[in-house]
């Protein structure tokens, strides 16, 4: 192990090759090409009157006997409602992230092999790059692209203002340009690009298209351009979120993390450990050395991860995905539970004093961002707790796509006190009861709720 470690060794006993590989050719076939308008994307009611329109006009037609009629109304209700239902959403966010992670693996590697002339800082002095508004802007351009501005709602972390002002232009023609950059390569992951390249204007209204509230009715996506900034900035674990969220539900989750390493045991190690391992041995798709985009739709009971996708090939759906699945582990002693790096961001003193309550044994896994969520789904570990301090809101593009894969992969997300977070009251997680839990197995996620309470009172918090 490295002299340089940022946390302590990661040993969890099982590896990665658990994970399941499936032959997934029936899983999520577009079937509505890119450009074109989802019918029944919005709106219920449009749905139930598009369903309505179809089913009208298969009984009028042909001398069908009823049964196939029966047939066919059940195969429509199936398809149009059932498992296939965000379909074209999910094979178009998969896509955009997987861009996404492209554009910011570039922008990474200059920055960590340049001064610190790329990063600036948004007005909380939390720094922000020219990747976060890259990935912003590219992402929206995606979605408004493949499903109409009208249909699109996106509620993001940057806001517009900061890259419109005048001393920004240097600023904004290096997003402009790394914009562009990143769309030139869109028929490389099935997508359709520009016509003409972005200018600034274009750039711009794209990201401030992002301004959705959110609320309790109607779809819009939550987007995280950057989780992590802290971790991107240092050459270490970030990720790039996308969740759609419908009437308050979290309904579709795509998590990008573009520096998760092939040996889980590798998340526990210094970036600089990883680039000269890197280095070493040169990724290629095949080896799944580094980076990963997880996904998972809401209902499906199934989580899926591909490989990042390398630019010089054409985008195969599904890109050799394969199932993931969380942690069978239930035994404390043999459990491993994330945290943010950041001391400021959870309290480390509050979860050492839980996981000594719980019976937790192994030493932190200290990660930066969302790919604690992606441990989780992923079973390469088997708790994430996070306790900021009193006053901070958790934002709810910070947790939406991490909770819905690790759900459907099989674990549990609540507050500390057991309940579902809400995704329905705008930008904050409201209401939250004091931290965020997610858990491989019901039996841990319980031992822990119910040891919250004690180590909440013998607590300084
Ligand atoms: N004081 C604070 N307490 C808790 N979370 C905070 C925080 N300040 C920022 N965060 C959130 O924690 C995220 C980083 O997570 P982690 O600490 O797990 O790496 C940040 O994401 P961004 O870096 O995208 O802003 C931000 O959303």
């Known amino acids: 192990m490295p002299s340089n470690c ?30 074109t308008c989802f019918p029944w994307y919005g709106k219920k009611t449009h749905q139930k009157k598009k369903l309505f329109h179809i089913v009208s006009q298969l009984k009028c037609s042909q001398n069908y006997p009823s049964s196939s009629v029966m047939e066919d109304e059940r195969n429509l209700v199936v398809s149009s409602l059932g498992p296939d239902k965000y379909s074209k959403e999910l094979d178009v966010a998969v896509k955009a992230v997987q861009m996404a992670c492209s554009l910011c693996q570039k922008v990474q590697e200059s920055l960590i092999s340049k001064t610190n002339s790329q990063i600036h800082s948004k007005d909380d002095n939390s720094p922000v790059t020219v990747a976060d508004w890259s990935v912003q802007a590219t992402i929206s351009w995606i979605l408004s692209k493949s499903f109409g501005c009208r249909n699109v709602s996106i509620l993001a972390e940057e806001d517009v203002e900061s890259l419109s002002k005048p001393d920004s232009k240097g600023l904004l023609s290096a997003v ?53 900034t802290l971790g991107f900035v240092r050459g270490d674990q970030y990720a790039v979120a996308l969740a759609l969220i419908e009437d308050g539900e979290v309904v579709l989750g795509v998590l990008g ?26 990724t290629t798709s095949e080896s799944w050395d580094k980076g990963c985009v997880l996904y998972a739709t809401k209902g499906s009971g199934k989580a899926w991860m591909q490989p990042l996708h390398q630019t010089n090939k054409l985008l195969a759906w599904p890109n050799s995905a394969i199932l993931i699945r969380v942690s069978a582990i239930d035994d404390p002693a043999l459990a491993t539970f994330c945290e943010p790096v ?12 839980l996981a000594h309550i719980v019976g937790l044994r192994k030493q932190p896994l200290r990660v930066y961002s969302m790919v604690k969520y992606a441990a989780i789904a992923r079973g390469d570990a088997e708790i994430f707790m996070k306790f900021a301090r009193s006053g901070y809101k958790e934002k709810i593009w910070d947790h939406a796509a991490g909770m819905i894969i690790i759900q459907e992969a099989g674990g549990v997300v609540t507050d500390a006190g057991g ?24 039996k841990l996620h319980e031992r822990i709720i119910k040891s919250v309470d004690a180590s909440w009172k013998c607590s300084s918090l």
């Open 176 to 228: 402009v340009e790394t914009v562009n950059d990143c769309l030139v390569q869109a028929p490389h992951f099935g997508l359709k690009g520009p016509e003409k390249l972005l200018g600034s204007s274009d750039v711009l209204e794209a990201i401030g298209r992002c301004n959705s509230e959110g609320g309790p009715t109607g779809s819009f996506w939550a987007l995280d351009p950057v989780d992590g």
């Open 419 to 442: 309940s579902p977070l809400d995704f329905s009251k705008g930008t904050f997680l409201e209401g939250l009861d004091r931290g965020i839990i997610a858990c491989g197995g019901a």
């Open 342 to 353: 950041e001391k400021s961001n959870s309290s480390h003193s509050f979860t050492a004093g």
């Open 257 to 282: 993390c573009p520096n998760y390493p092939k040996k889980k045991e590798w998340l526990s190690y210094h970036h600089r450990y990883h680039r000269i391992i890197s280095k070493l041995t040169p």
């Open 6 to 35: 940022t946390s302590l060794v990661f040993r969890a006993p099982h590896v990665l090759g658990q994970t399941r590989i499936t032959n997934n050719t029936n899983k999520l076939t577009p079937t509505i090409h890119v450009g």
